[in-house]
C-alpha cells in the first residue's frame, strides 16, 4: 500500500456524509435550555414555554403509576416481542378499538412500537423513500420533520403553504397538488405526505383529531374525537388503505414525553411491516416504560378518569393562556386540541439589536425577540423554525405545571416590558371543576388557585 494512501492517525477522522448532516444540529439543542431548568432548586433557571409538553396530570400519573408499576420476568429479558410485547399489543388494541374506533381491529401484526414517534419517524421514512426524496408537508410544521427526515435519512420536507382557515378544504388539496407537480418537473420524487392532528404548532383540528381535545369559550364542548383509523380511506378517499400509516406516541395525550413511547400502526402493508420490524430493534422500548403505559390503557376505570381529567386541565389552563393574551391585547390563533398557542408578537419586533445594531431583516428581528426572551429565563418558540414564511409569530406553550406556567409569564411580561396582571385579572373567571376519582383521592382543578391546579 502506498504510504500517502495510509491515513493519518494523528489526525481527525472524517466523518460520514451522514454524519456531517448530523453536525447541524436543531438549535434547542445547542442551547442550555434542558440541563438548566427552572425548578425550586433552580429559581434562575430557564422556563420553557416553546416545547410541546404535557405537564398538567404528572401528578395524576406520578401517583397512578407508583401503585401500578409491576414487573414481571420477561420484563428483563428481550421480552415477548422486539417490536413491542404482548402486553402491549393487548392494551394498544383496547386503545385504538375503545377509543379510536378502529374501523379494523388493530391486531399484533399491524404494530410496530419504538422509543418515541421520532425513532419511529426515522425508521419509516428509512424504508418509504430514498435520498433526495421529498414528503409533503403543510406549513407551518413541526420543526422535527425537517431535521428527522434528513439527518440521517437525506430525504426533504417539502413545505407546502396553505391558506389560512382553509387547511383542510379542497383549497389544501389543490396546494399539495400544485406541489406535487413542481416536484415532478424538476426531479423530485414525493414518496408521502405527513398530516399532524391535532396541527402542530397552530393546535387546531382537522377532520381527523386527537384525544386531548377540550373546551374553549367558543365551543363549550370539545370537537369530536375522529380517528383515521374509523374511516375506510378508500371509500372516503379512494386511497388504498396500504398507504395509510399511523404513528401515534404516549408523550402528548399522556403527559410522558419521558417515557420514549411511540407506535406505528400500518393495517394493509404487510411488507412495510416486515421492513419496518427487520431494524426495529434499534429502538426497542425499554420494559419500564411498556409496563406504565400498559398498565393505564388496560384499566378500564382509571383511563377514562385520566382521558377526562387531562380534557378538564386543557381547558383550563387554555382559558388561562388566552386570558393572558387578552388582557395584554395580544393576537392569537385559537386553538382547541394539543399544548399551545399561535401567537402573533410582530409589533414587539425590535429594530435594534441589544448591541444597538439596526435590524432590517424580518428574520433577524424574530430572533433577537427570542433571545430577549431568553435573556429573561424564558424559551419561546419563533414562528420560522416552523418554516413559517411571515417573521413575528411565536408558539406558546400552556401546558407546564401551573406554578412554573406563572413564573413564565411574568418573564414574559418582563421581555415585552409590559405591565403586570393582577392576581384577580389572572382569575377572572376561573372556577372549580370536579373531575372523578383517583383511589380515595379526588381531583379537583382549582383555576382560581395560582391560575392552577390542586389535589385534595
Given amino acids: 500500500m502506498d504510504a500517502q494512501s495510509i491515513p493519518m492517525l494523528s489526525s481527525l477522522p472524517v466523518l460520514s456524509s451522514r454524519g456531517q448532516r448530523a453536525l447541524a444540529r436543531p438549535p434547542l439543542l445547542r442551547c442550555s435550555l434542558f440541563e438548566n431548568q427552572f425548578a425550586g432548586c433552580n429559581p434562575t433557571g430557564y422556563i420553557n414555554l416553546g416545547v410541546a409538553e404535557n405537564s398538567l396530570c404528572v401528578d395524576w400519573l406520578t401517583e397512578y ?9 420477561h420484563d428483563f429479558t428481550y421480552g415477548t416481542s422486539l417490536s413491542g410485547s404482548v402486553r402491549l399489543f393487548a392494551a394498544l388494541r383496547h386503545l385504538f378499538d375503545t377509543h379510536f374506533k378502529a374501523r379494523t381491529p388493530v391486531l399484533r401484526e399491524h404494530v410496530v412500537a419504538g422509543s418515541g414517534c421520532g425513532s419511529v419517524i426515522d425508521l419509516l421514512v428509512s424504508v418509504l423513500a430514498d435520498e433526495g426524496d421529498g414528503i ?3 406549513t407551518p410544521h413541526y420543526n422535527g420533520f425537517t431535521f428527522g427526515f434528513s439527518c440521517r435519512n437525506g430525504v426533504e420536507a417539502v413545505g407546502v403553504r396553505l391558506e389560512e382557515g382553509k387547511e383542510a378544504s379542497v383549497e389544501a388539496l389543490e396546494a399539495y397538488e400544485h406541489a406535487l407537480r413542481e416536484c415532478d418537473a424538476k426531479g423530485q420524487k414525493i414518496r408521502a405526505v405527513m398530516l399532524c392532528n391535532p396541527h402542530n404548532p397552530l393546535g387546531e383540528l382537522c377532520p381527523i383529531c386527537a384525544l386531548s381535545t377540550f373546551e374553549t369559550a367558543d365551543t363549550s364542548v370539545a370537537r369530536p374525537f375522529t380517528s383515521i383509523l374509523s374511516i375506510d380511506p378508500l371509500v372516503e378517499a379512494g386511497c388504498s388503505p396500504s398507504r395509510i400509516h399511523v404513528i401515534y406516541g404516549c408523550s402528548k395525550d399522556f403527559s410522558a414525553n419521558g417515557l420514549r413511547l411511540g407506535v406505528l400502526v400500518t393495517q394493509a402493508n404487510p411488507q412495510l411491516h416486515t421492513a419496518m420490524e427487520s431494524s426495529c430493534l434499534l429502538m426497542k422500548i425499554s420494559s419500564a416504560s411498556d409496563v406504565l403505559w400498559s398498565s ?5 376505570g382509571a383511563l377514562p378518569t385520566y382521558l377526562e381529567l387531562n380534557r378538564a386541565r386543557l381547558a383550563g389552563a387554555y382559558r388561562i393562556a388566552t386570558g393572558f393574551l387578552d388582557l395584554h391585547g395580544i393576537a392569537y390563533r385559537p386553538s382547541n386540541a394539543g399544548h399551545f398557542i399561535w401567537i402573533d408578537l410582530r409589533r414587539f419586533l425590535p429594530a435594534r439589536s441589544e448591541a444597538g445594531e439596526v435590524l432590517e431583516d424580518g428574520v433577524a428581528r424574530e430572533e433577537e425577540l427570542a433571545n430577549r426572551f431568553l435573556r429573561h429565563g424564558v424559551n419561546v418558540a419563533r414562528g420560522t423554525a416552523y418554516s413559517h414564511p411571515v417573521p413575528g409569530f411565536f408558539r406558546l406553550t400552556f401546558t ?8 413564565g409569564l411574568e418573564r414574559f411580561e418582563q421581555a415585552l416590558a409590559l405591565a403586570p396582571l393582577t392576581k384577580s385579572e389572572l382569575a377572572e373567571g376561573a372556577e372549580d371543576q370536579e373531575v372523578g376519582t383517583v383511589g380515595k383521592g379526588l381531583m379537583k382543578v382549582d383555576l382560581a388557585t395560582k391560575a392552577g391546579v390542586r389535589c385534595v
Fill in 65 to 73: 403509576f407508583e401503585k401500578n408499576f409491576k414487573l414481571e420476568y
Fill in 136 to 138: 409533503l408537508v403543510s
Fill in 296 to 300: 393505564l390503557l388496560l384499566d378500564p
Fill in 400 to 407: 407546564l405545571r401551573p406554578d412554573y406556567f406563572k413564573v
